[in-house]
């Protein structure tokens, strides 16, 4: 049974830069050909796709979030991590790190982040 959970501050000032981190345990981020995904959901609003890394360490971005996304990984902690820059009070949302790359089939449960000053 893959268990993903993620981690991070809930609350980053406007500007600064947003970082979270996605455990993986119950299979490793490297298996041949899954791929792990953010995802965010806003108050009131849809889930957004924020980027995905593959299986091979390929990234993949969303064109909306491109410029201030960046995904890495840790292979030997079988983590995979986020960073958003320069956020503002809009990058409030629940943040989501799942298995897949348009379909998840594993997901975090979840973590809030506060963009508040």
């Known amino acids: 049974q893959v268990q993903l959970q993620e981690s991070g501050p809930g609350l980053v000032k406007p500007s600064q830069t947003l970082s979270l981190t996605c455990t993986v345990s119950?299979?490793?981020?490297?298996?041949?050909?899954?791929?792990w995904s953010w995802i965010r959901q806003a108050p009131g609003k849809g889930l957004e796709w924020m980027g995905a890394?593959?299986?091979?360490?390929?990234?993949y971005d969303s064109p909306s979030l491109k410029s201030r996304t960046s995904i890495s990984r840790d292979t030997a902690k079988n983590q995979f991590t986020l960073q958003l820059s320069s956020v503002t009070p809009e990058d409030t949302a629940v943040y989501y790190c799942?298995?897949?790359?348009?379909?998840?089939?594993?997901w975090g449960t979840g973590t809030l982040v506060t963009v508040s000053s």
């Open positions: 119950g299979g490793s981020i490297t298996t041949n050909y899954y791929y």
């Open positions: 799942a298995r897949g790359h348009s379909a998840m089939d594993y």
């Open positions: 890394i593959a299986y091979s360490g390929s990234l």
